[in-house]
């Protein structure tokens, strides 16, 4: 499985942007889809998840209500959906892939980035004030 992100950019505080995750080769629907994102100087965290076969999902205490994962199994995409950007959101946005994480859903393993199999390359996002 590899995964590609893309989608992001510099904006200002108050703007959306959606990043979007393509998956490639086989996926399963065990698999649990999950965006982290790391800040210059800072550990990388969990930002939000998403289950690829029933779609469920779950977000980080700092991001909900402004951001919405989703996926389309048609696509092989899933999107992470960013409102009401703070300059604290920037940071580099990577989406992973956890191969059996739906047995697991929604524990504490599924926001940790341990537990996830295949990772994208990352993309920027940078909020400015």
């Known amino acids: 499985v590899q995964l590609q992100a893309s989608g992001g950019g510099l904006v200002q505080a108050g703007d959306s942007l959606t990043l979007s995750c393509v998956a490639s080769?086989?996926?399963?629907?065990?698999?649990?889809i999950g965006w982290f994102r790391q800040a210059p100087g800072k550990e990388r965290e969990f930002v939000a998840a998403?289950?690829?076969?029933?779609?469920?999902?779950y977000y980080a205490d700092a991001v909900e209500g402004r951001f919405t994962v989703a996926r389309d199994n048609t696509k092989n995409t899933v999107y992470l959906q960013m409102n009401s950007l703070k300059p604290e959101d920037t940071a580099v946005y990577y989406c992973?892939?956890?191969?059996?994480?739906?047995?697991?859903?929604?524990?504490?393993?599924?926001?940790?980035?341990?537990?996830?199999?295949?990772w994208g390359q990352g993309t920027l996002v940078t909020v400015s004030s």
């Open positions: 080769g086989r996926t399963f629907s065990s698999f649990v």
């Open positions: 992973a892939a956890d191969k059996s994480g739906y047995s697991r859903w929604f524990g504490s393993s599924n926001k940790d980035a341990l537990a996830y199999d295949y």
């Open positions: 998403v289950t690829w076969s029933a779609g469920s999902t």
